[in-house]
Antibody, heavy 121, light 110 residues
C-alpha cells in the first residue's frame, strides 16, 4: 500500500538548519507531485511547499519562502525539505504528503505520520 | 489566523448528524475545489472528501461534502465514537498562489 515515512525531525536552535526526508513506497513516485504540510502546536494545518513530478516546478508558502527548499530524488523515491534560518514559529509537526493534481482540482492523499521539529529560542 | 474559517469545536451524541462549516472568499473556496481531512490524534491525517463532494474509496457514505458560493460544508451522519477527531478544510487560493486551510474543528462524540 502507499506509504510515506518522514525522518530528520528534532530539536534545533533558532537560526539553525534541519533537513527532513520522506521515503515513499507503494506507488509510481515519479508520477506525482509531492508536498509538505505542517501543524504547529494548537494551530491548524499550514501548507509549506510542493514540488512537481520531475522537479521542474516548486512553490512555497510566503512564511518559508527564501528559507526552505523542497527537492526530490525520483531514483530513490525520496522527497526532502531543507530548512534554514529556522525560527521559533517553525516549530511544528511536518507531514509529507502526496499531492494529487487532476486539473483543475488537487488534493493531499495520503499523509505520512509526521516528524516533529522544535526550534528553541 | 487561518484564511478559511471553521468553528473551533463541536459536540454531538452517537447516532446524531453534524455539519461542519468552512467559510472563505472568492479567491479560494469561491473558485476552487475544496477537500476535507480527518485527523485522529496520534495518527496521520486522512483525506475524507475531495473535489467538494467526492469520497475516496473506503470512506463511508456517512460522510458528505457540499459547496455553495464561498462556503463549504462537511456532513457526518450516524455519528460514532470513532469519528472523534479534528476536521480540516482546505483549498487552493488563487490570490496567494498557495494552499490554505481552516483552523480545524475538534469534534467530540459524547
Amino acid at each position: 500500500q502507499v506509504q510515506l515515512v518522514e525522518s530528520g525531525g528534532g530539536l534545533v536552535k533558532s537560526g539553525g538548519s534541519l533537513r527532513l526526508s520522506c521515503a515513499a513506497s507503494g506507488f509510481t513516485f515519479s508520477d506525482y507531485y509531492m508536498s509538505w504540510v505542517r501543524q504547529a502546536p494548537g494551530k491548524g494545518l499550514e501548507w509549506v511547499a510542493y514540488i512537481s513530478a520531475f522537479a521542474g516546478s516548486t512553490s512555497y508558502a510566503d512564511s518559508v519562502k527564501g528559507r526552505f527548499t523542497i527537492s526530490r530524488d525520483n531514483t530513490n523515491n525520496l522527497v526532502h525539505l531543507q530548512m534554514n534560518s529556522l525560527r521559533a514559529e517553525d516549530t511544528a509537526v511536518y507531514y509529507c504528503v502526496r499531492y494529487v493534481v487532476v486539473l483543475p482540482a488537487a488534493r493531499f492523499d495520503p499523509w505520512g505520520q509526521g516528524t516533529l521539529v522544535t526550534v528553541s529560542s | 489566523q487561518s484564511v478559511l474559517t471553521q468553528p473551533p469545536s463541536m459536540s454531538a451524541a452517537p447516532g446524531q448528524r453534524v455539519t461542519i462549516s468552512c467559510s472563505g472568499s472568492s479567491s479560494n473556496i469561491g473558485n476552487n475545489y475544496v477537500s476535507w481531512y480527518q485527523h485522529v490524534a496520534g495518527t496521520a491525517p486522512k483525506l475524507l472528501i475531495y473535489d467538494n463532494n467526492k469520497r475516496p474509496s473506503g470512506i463511508p457514505d456517512r460522510f458528505s461534502g457540499s459547496k455553495s458560493g464561498t462556503s463549504a460544508t462537511l456532513g457526518i451522519t450516524g455519528l460514532q465514537t470513532g469519528d472523534e477527531a479534528e476536521y480540516h478544510c482546505g483549498t487552493w487560493d488563487s490570490s496567494l498562489s498557495g494552499w490554505v486551510f481552516g483552523g480545524g474543528t475538534k469534534l467530540t462524540v459524547l
